[in-house]
Nanobody
Framework: QLVESGGGLVQPGGSLRLSCAAS????????MSWVRQAPGKGREWVSR????????RYADSVKGRFTISRDNAKNTLYLQMNSLKPDDTAVYYC?????????????????WGQGTQVTISS
């Protein structure tokens, strides 16, 4: 099970930290990802992280502003979002990859959270 939290309404330029609490599987053994879906659009990959947390990748649209991290002792995935823009408005989902590799796509994810709404507006 994956449960996201931390979303909300923030002004442009602001920050938010999303969390995803994982249970029911060995969190430290799986690559993880953040995916978002804006109104009227398809799901967009945002970031992914390897099992140890040492390797990360970001979509060009968030590079330099977002930071993905994980705490395997707490079974929790994070997404620190800074310099937020209106275009970042979306429902943000954490998603589990089907294995220890981190080189998966959105369609490969085999478990999803319920999502947390992030709205950037003045």
């Amino acid at each position: 099970q994956l449960v996201e939290s931390g979303g909300g309404l923030v002004q442009p330029g602001g920050s938010l930290r999303l969390s995803c609490a994982a249970s029911g599987f060995t969190f430290s053994s799986y690559g993880m990802s953040w995916v978002r879906q804006a109104p009227g659009k398809g799901r967009e990959w945002v970031s992914r992280i390897a099992i140890g947390g040492g390797r990360t990748r970001y979509a060009d649209s968030v590079k330099g502003r977002f930071t993905i991290s994980r705490d395997n002792a707490k079974n929790t995935l994070y997404l620190q979002m800074n310099s937020l823009k209106p275009d970042d408005t979306a429902v943000y989902y954490c998603a589990k990859f089907p294995g220890s590799s981190w080189a998966y796509g959105v369609a490969d994810c085999d478990a999803w959270g319920q999502g947390t709404q992030v709205t950037i507006s003045s």
